[in-house]
Nanobody
Framework: VQLQASGGGLVQPGGSLRLSCAAS????????IGWFRQAPGKEREVISC???????????FYAESVKGRFIISRESDWNTVFLRMSSLKPEDTATYYC??????????????????WGQGTQVTVSS
């Protein structure tokens, strides 16, 4: 199981980015997927997650800090989960990670439920 997070970069406040979580060797639709972030000196936090497609994909979670600005979605044809981020703020600066739950269908806000992680992608929001 290998996850690949990408799409980070430097963006001005108010700007947008789209992060991608892609997989090789397995189908992401079968798993609940979460996006996390970790800012320097802070603990890693969950910001969004989506349940397994066809079972719990209607169950989506957003942290209050990103609600209304970030959108998580699946693109099955590309075997990818996207995190579309808009109205970015300097406090969104962090390393972003995607992760999956291999044994359950439901979105979880608990980091310990995720058993496979991608490497991080850096997002920097600065003028």
């Amino acid at each position: 199981v290998q996850l690949q997070a990408s799409g980070g970069g430097l963006v001005q406040p108010g700007g947008s980015l789209r992060l991608s979580c892609a997989a090789s060797g397995f189908t992401l639709d079968y798993y609940a997927i979460g996006w996390f972030r970790q800012a320097p000196g802070k603990e890693r936090e969950v910001i969004s997650c989506i349940g397994r497609k066809g079972v719990s994909d209607g169950k989506i979670f957003y942290a209050e800090s990103v609600k209304g600005r970030f959108i998580i979605s699946r693109e099955s044809d590309w075997n990818t989960v996207f995190l579309r981020m808009s109205s970015l703020k300097p406090e969104d600066t962090a390393t972003y990670y995607c992760a999956l739950i291999s044994y359950g269908a439901t979105c979880s806000t608990s980091e310990s439920d995720y058993d496979h992680w991608g490497q991080g992608t850096q997002v920097t929001v600065s003028s």
